[in-house]
């Protein structure tokens, strides 16, 4: 086999495999400590600190579909239990994330979209929208750490993280009208789960370990592809 060639196909293999891992490795999700329950007492003090993306205690409002969710204010605190999940790999620019990429005074330097495609995400700096099936079997659009999508895929039972009802961009709605209709989903805002401050303050750790864990996996892999590929066929 042809140097380059051999080269070629290894880069490409190596590249993908990065990219794989550095866009499905979640450190958060073992760094992010559940921390004490947050009670219906604590909620409802009015001293204004927000509880989103904290753990709800056993006597936090639980939804039990779109209905009640359509009734709540923004400043209204609770949890869901989901029954099911769908993705509908539309994201949205994260409150913590940087707004703007490329330097600035250059003509790289420019605002990020503030919804798109899930998939087009490299540096994690956007939130999935989530269809969730509430326990009376109607849907609502959830943001959620992604400990929860994984164990809510898998079957399991939880509460997620204590949410309030945020608002879309009207860019959000567009492209999930047609997934909203087809489940007949609550498109009356999103509820949001995700502790704000915490990815904030842990942002950056966050991107080098997932930049570091894919460039490990680049650099091995591509390692081993060699080894094989002169093994199979020769140096």
């Known amino acids: 086999m042809k140097s380059n060639i051999k080269t070629f196909i290894v880069v490409i ?4 495999a990065g990219f794989f891992v550095c866009m499905n490795f979640h450190p958060e999700n073992w760094m992010k400590k559940e921390g004490e329950e947050v009670t219906l007492n604590q909620i409802e003090k009015a001293d204004g600190k927000i509880y989103t993306g904290r753990m709800p205690a056993e006597d ?10 359509e009734e709540l204010y ?3 605190e609770v949890t869901v239990e989901p029954t099911d999940i769908v993705p509908t790999g539309i994201g949205r620019l994260s409150e913590w994330a940087e707004p703007y990429m490329g330097r600035a005074g250059t003509r790289k330097h420019k605002r990020k979209r503030e919804v798109q495609q899930k998939y087009l995400d490299i540096f994690g700096d956007y939130n999935e929208y989530y269809l969730i099936q509430c326990p009376d079997k ?16 898998k079957g399991e039972k939880v509460a997620l993280p204590i949410g309030r009802k945020a608002s879309m961009p009207q860019q959000a709605k567009s492209y999930l009208a047609d997934i909203c209709k087809e489940y007949d989903a609550s498109m009356d805002g999103v509820l949001y789960t995700l502790d704000n401050e915490w990815y904030q303050e ?7 370990l997932r930049l570091g864990a894919g460039a490990v996996v680049f650099f091995a892999g591509a390692v081993i592809l060699l080894l094989l590929l002169d093994k199979l066929f020769g140096k």
Do not use: C, N, W
Not at 13 to 16: C, D, F, H, M, P
Not at 60 to 69: A, I, M, N, T
Not at 202 to 208: A, D, G, M
């Open 138 to 153: 109607t849907y609502i659009l959830a943001q959620m750490p992604d400990k929860y999508v994984k164990a809510l895929k």
């Open 13 to 16: 293999i190596s590249l993908v």
């Open 60 to 69: 936090v409002p639980r939804l039990s579909g779109k209905d009640e969710f």
């Open 202 to 208: 842990h942002r950056f750790i966050i991107l080098l």
């Open 74 to 76: 923004q400043v209204d």
